[in-house]
């Protein structure tokens, strides 16, 4: 979601100095790459990227492509096979192993529909949305249509699409990922062939810290340049400042029990309570148990936790297994942390792994793919 932030915050400044932009996308791989389909990178005229499409081999080449895209004003499949031999000789060197689709879009300002428009559109809005932009898998002489709808529980944008019985199969398949929280890549037959890219887009994680301490500062910079959402909470008002915390997205004084009256949470949401305050933190966590948040992590040892846990029994608060599922004490990931930044790095860590539903272990330890891989599926009329 930064990325994407990243690349609206540069189209608005082209804009605003009248410069041409075209959006590059990965909307397919097949085999190893660096980046998966929904990375993304714009380009402006005067060759300015902003976000990434690869490692960095792949950026000179689509640059020229995308000045080409701006040319011409039509959208183009640029195709890098890096498992070809001669791949090197080309320049782009990935050693990736894989073959990778990036479309590549001019996006022009009279389209009040264009990519950057959609995502402006989702992004005023917190909550999950589908992106579908289409494209020609095999027939690369085919003229593109690019990134055409936007998909939430409310409503549905379209930008330029003639075909209905397409429109109709799209819509079907963008709900049904809403549901799924899966992105897929589909090949539609109606009387043409169409290839679509239907992307799950979440919400950047809000991360609620509750306690104000020093520890808290290096949790809040590293979130932030994740770009998630931040919130520090505290009952102490000279704890609790914006001088302290520059850049987190609000900080509040709040007493404990009164957190879900100053703050929206959903399923996205992840809560530490580091206060040192054992009461506090006992209160914000009854506060939150039955509440959407997905991840709640306690700082402390495990006997802390285990004494909240059975404090609210004794409350006749049953503690289920879906609970414990979404608690973890200690936070973080066991890396030997030790400093207060160390152990921010730790908790950042578990609570990316949680989100992604991984356990945060080595990855030479893992014998699956690392991300992944989409299938695509044939729909026919």
């Known amino acids: 979601m930064k990325e994407i932030r990243d690349i609206i915050d540069a189209y608005n400044k082209a804009q605003s100095a009248g410069k041409q932009t075209a959006l590059a996308t990965v909307v397919h791989v097949e085999g190893s790459s660096y980046r998966r389909p929904g990375a993304r990178m714009l380009v402006t005229e005067d060759g300015k990227l902003t976000g990434a499409i690869s490692g960095g081999c792949l950026e000179g080449d689509a640059l020229r492509k995308a000045l080409l895209v701006m040319s011409r004003q039509q959208?183009?499949?640029?195709?890098?096979?890096?498992?070809?031999?001669?791949?090197?000789?080309?320049?782009?060197?990935?050693?990736?192993n894989g073959v990778i689709q990036i479309l590549i879009e001019p996006l022009l300002p009279q389209n009040s529909d264009n990519a950057i428009e959609l995502?402006?559109?989702?992004?005023?809005?917190?909550?999950?949305g589908v992106i579908i932009t289409i494209f020609s898998l095999h027939h690369k002489k085919a003229a593109e249509q690019g990134t055409i709808m936007l998909v939430t529980e409310e409503k549905v944008k379209t930008g330029f699409l003639q075909n209905k019985s397409l429109n109709d199969a799209l819509l079907t398949d963008a709900v049904e990922a809403l549901h799924?929280?899966?992105?897929?890549?589909?090949?539609?037959?109606?009387?043409n062939e169409y290839t679509a890219f239907i992307e799950i887009v979440e919400p950047a994680i809000s991360l609620i810290?509750?306690?104000?301490?020093?520890?808290?500062?290096?949790?809040?910079?590293f979130a932030n340049i994740l770009g998630w959402q931040v919130t520090v909470v505290d009952g102490r008002a000279n704890y609790a400042t914006a001088d302290r915390f520059p850049s987190a997205n609000h900080v509040l004084v709040s007493k404990a029990d009164h957190i879900l009256s100053n703050i929206k949470v959903?399923?996205?949401?992840?809560?530490?309570?580091?206060?040192?305050?054992?009461n506090y933190d006992f209160l914000v966590l009854k506060t939150l148990l039955n509440s959407e948040v997905k991840y709640i992590g306690s700082l402390g040892p495990k006997n802390k936790l285990q004494r909240m846990l059975d404090e609210l029994n004794e409350e006749d608060i049953e503690i289920t297994e879906e609970h414990l599922q979404h608690i973890y004490g200690p936070v973080g990931l066991d890396i030997g942390a030790e400093t207060s930044e160390e152990i921010a790095l730790s908790v950042i860590a578990e609570i990316k792994a949680a989100f992604s539903k991984r356990q945060g272990t080595s990855l030479?330890?893992?014998?699956?793919?690392?991300?992944?891989?989409?299938?695509?599926?044939?729909?026919?009329?």
Do not use: W
């Open 266 to 278: 959903d399923s996205q949401t992840a809560v530490v309570l580091m206060t040192h305050n054992y």
């Open 209 to 221: 810290i509750i306690g104000a301490g020093n520890d808290a500062v290096p949790l809040v910079h």
């Open 364 to 381: 030479r330890c893992r014998e699956t793919p690392i991300h992944v891989r989409e299938v695509a599926k044939t729909f026919y009329n």
């Open 180 to 191: 799924s929280h899966i992105s897929t890549i589909k090949t539609y037959v109606f009387n």
């Open 75 to 96: 959208p183009m499949v640029v195709t890098y096979d890096t498992t070809d031999e001669d791949d090197a000789k080309l320049g782009v060197g990935l050693g990736c």
């Open 119 to 128: 995502f402006k559109v989702l992004l005023a809005q917190r909550q999950a």
